[in-house]
């Protein structure tokens, strides 16, 4: 029995790659992965930003491969992962606690989970939440932290639903944008995708640079 060859595709994907996982599932995997990745611990590994990016860019007439996806399905798929997958996240850590992370043998989550408690205490609770959601890792361990440390469901609810909009429609609009101006870019994904994921990390560098700046003049 020979398997069909959509069938075929969706078996040989490689969750870590962007385009692989567009190519198989399209749309409805973008928003399946950005649940996971904001909502279920398990899902620190998944590639949000390169993702977001690369299914805007695969939205454009000037992309030359395979893939293509429409827009505004695009958008609202992500976003609405994006959203629910935070606000589960949060759910569960608030009925958890932190057992569910205490559970994990993976260096790369703790760490994550330390830097989640590092956001929040260094910037409080509404500046954390936005800026979890451009850290890999940190965006996945935040929301169930949010929960088990009794941060407001309303606050919380807020400022995720902030930082997702900017986040998801943001990447996903800037890989259209690029998309549209530079023909043929799809083939440059991998230096173009490490360039966002450093971009991604500049609100964080800002704050830690703003921080340090008011604390030498308190000091002074």
Partial sequence: MTT??????????NVLDAHSL????????????????TGLLIGFF???????????????????GSVRLSLAPLLVAAAVGALAGSQCGYLLGRKAGGALLARSRSARLHEGARRAEELLDR???????????????????????AGALGVPARTFTLWQV?????????????????????R??????????ALIVVVSLLPIA???????????EARG
């Fill in 46 to 64: 998944l590639p949000g930003d390169s993702l977001l990016f690369t299914a805007g860019l695969l939205c454009t007439k000037t992309a030359d």
């Fill in 162 to 182: 902030t930082g997702g909009l900017v986040w998801s429609v943001g990447l996903t609009l800037a890989g259209y944008a690029l998309g549209s101006s530079v």
């Fill in 184 to 193: 043929g870019i799809d083939t440059y994904l991998l230096p173009v995708i």
């Fill in 4 to 13: 069909p060859p959509h069938l075929s595709s969706q078996l040989a994907v």
């Fill in 22 to 37: 567009l190519a198989a599932f399209g749309v409805l995997g973008v928003g399946v992965v950005m649940f996971a990745e």
């Fill in 206 to 216: 800002v704050e830690v640079l703003r921080s340090r700046k008011a604390a030498k």
């Fill in 123 to 145: 910037y409080g609770q509404a500046k954390a939440i936005v800026l979890a959601r451009f850290v890999p890792v940190v965006r996945t361990v935040l929301n169930p932290m």
